[in-house]
């Protein structure tokens, strides 16, 4: 099968929408008013209102009006607001796009888009959403596209889906359909299974993750289900914050605050981390020498000690962190 080259419809890539913060990404069932009104009030970088798993079939029709209301009518302020539609593979997708986008668009930030198989899908969904959009009058390519990875031929097809658009924004790992569709002996969704001594994880995960980064776009963890266990969700919630990832699903309000913190920088690694820019810009400077290289105390610091520096700095300036202490230029 040949790879679709991404679409070239006029859609454009947006790099603010790519950096929004998404620490804590709760899923809102769409059919659910009272849901629907308390997530607007709590601490979560992101919101996605779901039209699939959480919707009962014979809800889903009454649920996409419904979204619409609460996202033109609700207070969603400092969130980034998220639709999750049907696949593909179901007769509901294409009107949940049209239901949603046409009614709540210019209230919306992206499209979720789950079981991502191939690019072809995610090709598929830019299309329909230029197409709104040109119908609509809104700015072409404004929406942002969501890929969730939940089986093996999506995961072996993730660097294409990846690129598939400039519209793609995160590549989400879906850890429930994963784990049953490859026959993984356990039925806590997000936990290890029993048996297998090492993260049965471990690749799942960074595959998604180079894909994500190789394209310049997030890579977010999907839910843990024992949701009244906070402290073994930050266990799960460390290890993909470790290896790199931005942020993770919640699906119950205690778990925002420990999303929020594990996928946020220490006090202590931000300050450093402004104080090595601060320092390499100095030294690399006329007054500061000119210098490729220099010690910061006892640290050497050179071009890519800043590139891992913007990182944690990055996040530590998304996640809302104040310096405590600024650089100050050696005498002599």
């Given at each position: 099968?040949?790879?679709?080259?991404?679409?070239?419809?006029?859609?454009?890539?947006?790099?603010?929408?790519?950096?929004?913060p998404?620490?804590?990404?709760?899923?809102?069932?769409?059919?659910?008013?009272?849901?629907?009104?308390?997530?607007?009030?709590?601490?979560?970088?992101?919101?996605?209102?779901?039209?699939?798993?959480?919707?009962?079939?014979?809800?889903?029709?009454?649920?996409?009006?419904?979204?619409?209301?609460?996202?033109?009518?609700?207070?969603?302020?400092g969130?980034?607001?998220?639709?999750?539609?049907n696949?593909?593979?179901?007769?509901?997708?294409?009107?949940?796009?049209?239901?949603?986008?046409?009614?709540?668009?210019?209230?919306?930030?992206?499209?979720?888009?789950?079981?991502?198989?191939?690019?072809?899908?995610?090709?598929?969904?830019?299309?329909?959403?230029?197409?709104?959009?040109?119908?609509?009058?809104?700015?072409?390519?404004r929406?942002?596209?969501?890929?969730?990875?939940?089986?093996?031929?999506?995961?072996?097809?993730?660097?294409?889906?990846?690129?598939?658009?400039?519209?793609?924004?995160t590549?989400?790992?879906?850890?429930?359909?994963?784990?049953?569709?490859?026959?993984?002996?356990?039925?806590?969704?997000?936990?290890?299974?029993?048996?297998?001594?090492?993260?049965?994880?471990?690749?799942?995960?960074?595959?998604?993750?180079?894909?994500?980064?190789?394209?310049?776009?997030?890579?977010?963890?999907?839910?843990?289900?024992?949701?009244?266990?906070?402290?073994?969700?930050?266990?799960?919630?460390?290890?993909?914050?470790?290896?790199?990832?931005?942020?993770?699903?919640?699906?119950?309000?205690?778990?925002?605050?420990?999303?929020?913190?594990?996928?946020?920088?220490?006090?202590?690694?931000?300050?450093?981390?402004?104080?090595?820019?601060d320092?390499?810009?100095?030294?690399?400077?006329?007054?500061?020498?000119?210098?490729?290289?220099?010690?910061?105390?006892?640290?050497?610091?050179?071009?890519?000690?800043?590139?891992?520096?913007?990182?944690?700095?990055?996040?530590?300036?998304?996640?809302g962190?104040?310096?405590?202490?600024?650089?100050?230029?050696?005498?002599?």
């Amino acid at each position: 099968m040949t790879t679709p080259a991404p679409a070239t419809n006029g859609s454009a890539a947006h790099p603010a929408g790519r950096l929004r913060p998404r620490r804590s990404c709760l899923a809102v069932p769409g059919s659910n008013p009272r849901f629907l009104e308390k997530a607007q009030g709590l601490p979560a970088d992101q919101v996605f209102l779901d039209l699939e798993d959480a919707c009962a079939p014979l809800a889903k029709p009454e649920a996409r009006h419904t979204i619409v209301k609460f996202l033109n009518e609700g207070d969603w302020t400092g969130k980034t607001r998220v639709v999750r539609v049907n696949d593909w593979t179901t007769e509901w997708t294409y009107r949940d796009v049209v239901t949603v986008v046409e009614g709540a668009g210019a209230n919306l930030d992206c499209i979720m888009l789950p079981k991502v198989q191939n690019a072809e899908q995610i090709v598929a969904l830019d299309l329909l959403l230029t197409q709104i959009e040109k119908t609509m009058g809104f700015e072409v390519g404004r929406l942002g596209i969501e890929a969730q990875i939940e089986n093996a031929r999506g995961l072996n097809n993730v660097n294409e889906i990846a690129a598939a658009s400039p519209r793609v924004e995160t590549i989400v790992f879906g850890p429930a359909d994963f784990m049953a569709s490859i026959n993984m002996k356990s039925l806590v969704v997000g936990e290890q299974p029993p048996g297998y001594p090492a993260d049965a994880y471990h690749y799942i995960l960074m595959k998604i993750l180079m894909a994500a980064r190789a394209n310049d776009v997030q890579a977010i963890d999907g839910p843990y289900l024992q949701i009244r266990d906070v402290d073994a969700f930050r266990e799960v919630a460390g290890r993909a914050a470790a290896l790199g990832f931005d942020g993770k699903w919640v699906l119950h309000p205690g778990q925002v605050d420990a999303a929020n913190e594990v996928f946020s920088p220490s006090q202590e690694d931000y300050d450093h981390a402004e104080l090595i820019l601060d320092a390499y810009d100095y030294y690399t400077s006329e007054a500061g020498g000119k210098k490729g290289s220099a010690m910061l105390g006892d640290e050497m610091i050179d071009e890519a000690s800043r590139k891992m520096a913007l990182v944690i700095a990055g996040k530590g300036r998304a996640a809302g962190l104040r310096r405590t202490g600024s650089f100050e230029i050696p005498e002599g």
